[in-house]
């Protein structure tokens, strides 16, 4: 969790920072703090604000950036952490921002603390009077003069980060004027919501990625297998063409090649007669057939037409004696009965 606090001098940012680092084991990042440990370690950076800050100017933006980059790259900065004082402008705002878009890391929240200002006179001579009581010295600048100048500087340089993190959809707005338990469990509510929130986001987003994955997959399997069909379609179309009549070509027997060039073109030529030769035979034995029928049909149908004829002889032959006989008896009969009459005839008149 990475946290940015807001609020004028003496809103309670340092006090709520502490609770934060103990609840959430992060680590409270303060610029001055920061700058004291650079220049300790004396590295480059730390050099580069070292002379500056002996010479009474102000730190640049470039180098505060610096120190918190080296800073956050810690191990103990691995969780998560609270920027307390830092940015205070909207350039130094940009600034982090590029530096945490180049770690490829992102600002979770940025709460601010919003107080009145006049209550927080009260507070400053309040703080002051219980630190003397403890025998505590207070700071040079926690007086009401000094505080006074302090929130002008806010309200020029600090306040335009509201509105700058606002329209990021960053900001979270806690009442500082509350009790310092209630602000804590006000931050904490806050905070919690927004990590269920953030929880959902990612589901949604690994959600819509495996289904981008699983779409892209899709189409590759279906590319693959018209390809596969593709090349079936193109073996068996080849396959036909090597094999013209269903006839199946054989393979030459592979030959030992005594030039390369010379053994390519006779095992080609052959290939190309023996692909020739067989089609050929085909036609030829289809055309013998064909003779053969042709041949044989008519001399069939010769043999089946005196097959024909000399049944109808027999059948006519066989019944011409019938027929005569027919013709004979009754010829007898007529020959008979008119011998009969004339005889009847010849014995009337006799009588």
Known sequence: MRLILLGPPGAGKGTQAARLVQHYGLVQLSTGDMLRAAVAAGTPVGLKAKDIMAS?????????????????????AA??????????????????????KDKKLGLDAVVELRVNESAL??????????????????????????????????????????????????????????????????IGRILEALGEANAKQAAKTAAAKRAVKKSAKKPAKSAKAK??????????????????????????????AVSGKSSSKTASAKTASSGLKKPAKATKKAGKKAAKAASRAPAKAVKKAGKKADKSKAKSTAKAPKRGAKVTKKAAKTAGTSSAQKARKVNKKRA
């Open 227 to 256: 390809s596969s069909k593709a090349a079936t379609s193109k073996a068996k179309a080849a396959g036909k063409a090597e094999a013209p009549g269903k006839v199946p070509a054989k393979k030459a027997a592979p030959k030992k």
């Open 121 to 186: 006179l009260a507070r400053v001579e309040t703080r002051v009077a219980e630190m003397r009581a403890r025998g505590e010295e207070p700071r040079a600048d926690d007086n009401a003069e000094a505080l006074a100048k302090r929130l002008a500087a806010y309200r020029a340089q600090t306040e335009p980060l509201v509105e700058y993190y606002s329209d990021k959809r960053k900001l979270l707005t806690v009442d500082g004027m509350m009790t310092i338990d209630e602000v804590t469990r006000e």
């Open 79 to 100: 969780k998560g952490f609270i920027l307390d004082g830092f940015p205070r402008t909207v350039p130094q705002a940009e600034a982090l921002d590029a530096l945490l």
């Open 56 to 76: 009474g100017g102000l730190v640049p933006d470039e180098v505060v950036i610096g120190i918190i980059s080296d800073r956050i790259e810690l191990p103990d």
